[in-house]
């Protein structure tokens, strides 16, 4: 019998690393994103006389992935804040935590199929991760905002050539608990990003179905997510939230289209909600959606389309930024009475060369629903922006905004502005650095 020794096993054990990861991937990143914004009425109109405000904000991200065998790995380390924020010095002991540090994304995903079969698969992706689908109008990773939006959810997903099919589920709790599964839907941190009044889900199930067409694209989507029920109780004559572990589940179903033909790209989607939403409220809501743009030659584009949402439908877990105008009137931190919108809009997009973009956009913004007593306009945004890459990782950004809004966009029921500005404007320059690299 041949006798093994510590020498020759010292030997072997790289050779069996090599041999399993040899073809290994480890990808390392950054991302600094500076934007100085003069603010005179963005997201609501400023009451008259109101000063503007001018800050600069900075995201700042480290990113690793990590590849091999049947195995793919995620990381996003981030922080966020304004210039000036915190002080050159800070005491933690007497000033209270307002720390900007986070962790963005931590995932891995497992292929559950050999890597070998090139035309289809099916994996395990679990952890912090972004959720982006179709032109991420319901689902996406909000990524104008600083600060971003995650999901902690397991997503399973099958795909081939033609088809995707994804299965994915989330399960939030505030803490590791002794006993029961009661959630505070408003758990302490620095920002939240979503549309449910501040609420967090509890719970989110999904399913989502594409097909791959000749020059387009067809998708079917499920989404259900749960809320924690609540009622009200006074701790020292103040109103505050008690959790109950009781949920309110709504749901969510639609198709998604897209065909290109021609110099032609149509899009449309419609999308029926209901059940009951974080506040207790039967909802019976619908989004429709529908544009085209055409290609005039390979430097300009340009289009039209609306949007029409009805009052108790809630574009979930989206990026509003990309669809409702850019000074984020309508679905985003500022609620606007829950009426509903109607959103017609003409895009152009000037495209010179590999280096430089410019967009214009003009959107007409209507309420769904009756305003009691006065027209349903709300009014007229026009955005300009533009683009200028000067590397591959350096990337400039500058936008100017202006809103030109209706006495019922600020009246009581909707915007709640008391001597309201008619005009609003909205002034940005963002300097973004992306350095990647990758070893192998």
Do not use: C
Not at 155 to 184: C, D, M, P, R
Not at 225 to 244: C, G, P, R, W
């Amino acid at each position: 019998m041949k006798k093994w020794f510590p020498g020759k096993v010292s030997l072997i054990l790289p050779g069996l690393l090599l041999s399993q990861y040899g073809y290994a991937q480890l990808t390392l990143g950054a991302q600094l994103r500076t934007r100085t914004e003069l603010r005179n009425g963005q997201g609501s109109p400023q009451p008259e006389g109101a000063a503007p405000a001018f800050f600069t904000s900075q995201r700042t991200r480290l990113m690793a992935g990590f590849s091999a065998y049947r195995i793919k790995l995620g990381l996003t380390l981030q922080d966020v804040r304004v210039w000036g924020q915190d002080g050159s010095t800070i005491n933690r002991t007497t000033t209270p935590d307002n720390n900007g540090f986070m962790l963005h994304e931590a995932w891995a995903e497992i292929l559950l199929t050999d890597t070998v079969v090139k035309n289809k698969s099916l994996s395990l992706k679990i952890g912090r991760q972004e959720l982006v689908y179709d032109d991420s109008r319901l689902l996406g990773n909000l990524d104008w905002l600083q600060q971003g939006r995650r999901h902690d959810a397991a997503v399973l997903k099958y795909e081939s050539n033609a088809w995707t099919f994804h299965i994915g589920a989330a399960f939030n709790q505030n803490k590791e608990n002794a006993s029961g599964s009661i959630y505070n839907a408003t758990p302490p941190g620095n920002y939240t990003a979503n549309t449910n009044g501040g609420n967090m889900y509890k719970s989110l199930e999904y399913a989502y179905v594409s097909r791959k067409l000749k020059e387009g694209n067809l998708s079917f989507l499920f989404l259900a997510d749960q809320f924690s029920k609540y009622h009200i109780d006074s701790v020292e004559h103040v109103a505050v939230k008690t959790y109950e572990g009781a949920v309110n589940t709504r749901m969510t179903t639609g198709l998604f289209y897209t065909q290109a033909f021609n110099r032609f790209t149509y899009t449309a989607a419609a999308y029926h909600q209901f059940g009951t939403n974080g506040n207790g409220q039967t909802v019976s809501g619908s989004l429709l959606s529908g544009s085209f743009f055409y290609s005039v030659n390979k430097v300009l584009s340009a289009g039209a389309g609306a949007d029409y949402t009805s009052p108790d439908f809630d574009p979930l877990y989206g990026t509003p930024h990309k669809f409702w105008g850019n000074m984020d009137y309508f679905y985003v931190a500022s609620g606007f009475g829950n009426k509903g919108l109607q959103d017609y809009y003409i895009k152009t997009k000037l495209k010179p060369d590999d280096r430089w973009a410019l967009t214009g956009d003009v959107h007409q913004f209507f309420s769904a629903a009756a305003i009691t007593g006065m027209n349903k306009q709300f009014g007229t945004e026009a955005d300009v922006t533009a683009n200028y890459t000067l590397t591959k990782m350096i990337g400039l950004e500058a936008g100017y905004s202006h809103f030109w809004s209706t006495a019922a966009l600020s009246s009581p029921t909707v915007k709640n502005v008391k001597n309201a500005a008619p005009n609003s404007n909205w002034a940005y320059i963002s300097v973004n650095i992306r350095p990647q690299f990758l070893i192998k």
